[in-house]
């Protein structure tokens, strides 16, 4: 499901709208990538919660010439499922 999927979903299930449906949609996404952003994590109870993590400093190699390099240190974001989530994708 892609975006505008996910959009047309929501306006059939609501009533409302696709352009509200759309904007509600960017809004929650905004929400969440801001929040995420300045370290905060957002929890949606039964669905799952967003949260940053970190990823060290370490080596790799490239794979074309085999020179060893240095992956620098990054921020991640990490999505952890809610467990009516969970217990409802494994009851499929």
Do not use: C, H, Y
């Not at 409302?16 to 994590?41: C, F």
């Amino acid at each position: 499901m892609n975006k505008q999927e996910l959009i047309d979903a929501v306006a059939a299930s609501t009533g409302e709208s696709k352009s509200s449906t759309g904007e509600i949609i960017d809004a929650v996404i905004t929400a969440v990538t801001t929040a995420v952003t300045r370290g905060e994590n957002v929890q949606l109870i039964g669905f799952g919660s967003f949260s940053t993590g970190a990823r060290a400093e370490r080596a790799g190699r490239n794979p074309s010439t085999g020179e060893t390099i240095t992956i620098p240190a990054a921020k991640t974001v990490k999505f952890t499922a809610g467990k009516a989530f969970k217990d409802v994708v494994n009851a499929i």
